[in-house]
């Protein structure tokens, strides 16, 4: 499974950008995608979920900016992110927990990254 991550670039705080990230290869299904984020010298942490049902999952400080939705059918996932702040910079990971086969465990499959950078 491969993740392709696009969308980042350099907007100023206050402005948006739109993340999109495709599954491609052997897929049976995909359980949930998602959205880390790792800033320089820090941990990367779970920005945001979505599973097959639409259940989503935010961290507490992107709570009412950021959006993830999900298109199960094209194995893409996206994050809309408004009202950014400079502390949203950072490089942001598409995640997938999916399986290859039906007999396959749901492993975790990871993008490349795309660098978000906001200018205050």
């Known amino acids: 499974v491969q993740l392709q991550a696009s969308g980042g670039g350099l907007v100023q705080a206050g402005g948006s950008l739109r993340l999109s990230c495709a599954a491609s290869?052997?897929?049976?299904?995909?359980?949930?995608m998602g959205w880390y984020r790792q800033a320089p010298g820090k941990q990367r942490e779970l920005v945001a979920t979505?599973?097959?049902?639409?259940?989503?999952n935010y961290v507490d400080s992107v709570k009412g900016r950021f959006t993830i939705s999900r298109d199960v059918a094209e194995n893409m996932v996206y994050l809309q992110m408004n009202s950014l702040k400079p502390e949203d910079a950072a490089v942001y990971f598409c995640h997938a927990g999916a399986q290859r086969t039906m007999w396959s465990r749901i492993d975790n499959y990871w993008g490349q990254g795309t660098l978000v950078t906001v200018s205050s």
């Open positions: 290869g052997r897929i049976f299904k995909i359980n949930h």
């Open positions: 979505v599973t097959t049902d639409g259940n989503t």
